[in-house]
């Protein structure tokens, strides 16, 4: 069992940063893929960012260049620093994990899921 607790969400103007954070619980986290998704209202869950146990890490084409995922493994933890934020990215961000395999783009792929945490942008 993994559970998945996301934090660091929040209000931010166009152009801002923030940091998301996703702490897990249970054994084996660092051998699981990790994944950042995002669901607006009214729109299907879309894939951000992956990344695998040795640190590889793949993006959207809407994010690539401005988020970086990380991953510290001593403390069970992933990491979405965003950068140049825009309305656009506005949505509830979504932790998730993958016990086997490479990283995925279809959220159906993953295991596990967090709460969420919600970001709004503002122009």
């Known amino acids: 069992q993994v559970q998945l607790v996301e934090s660091g969400g929040g209000l931010v103007q166009a152009g801002g940063s923030l940091r998301l954070s996703c702490a897990a619980s249970g054994r084996a986290f660092s051998s699981h893929t990790m994944g950042w998704f995002r669901q607006a209202p009214g729109k299907e869950r879309e894939f951000v960012a992956a990344?695998?146990?040795?640190?590889?890490?793949t993006y959207a084409d809407s994010v690539k260049g401005r988020f970086t995922m990380s991953r510290d493994n001593a403390k069970n933890a992933v990491y979405l620093q965003m950068y140049s934020l825009k309305p656009e990215d506005t949505a509830a961000y979504y932790c998730a994990a993958r016990l086997l395999g490479l990283g995925s783009r279809t959220p159906l792929d993953y295991n596990y899921w967090g709460q969420g945490t919600q970001v709004t942008v503002s122009s």
């Open positions: 990344i695998g146990w040795s640190g590889g890490s």
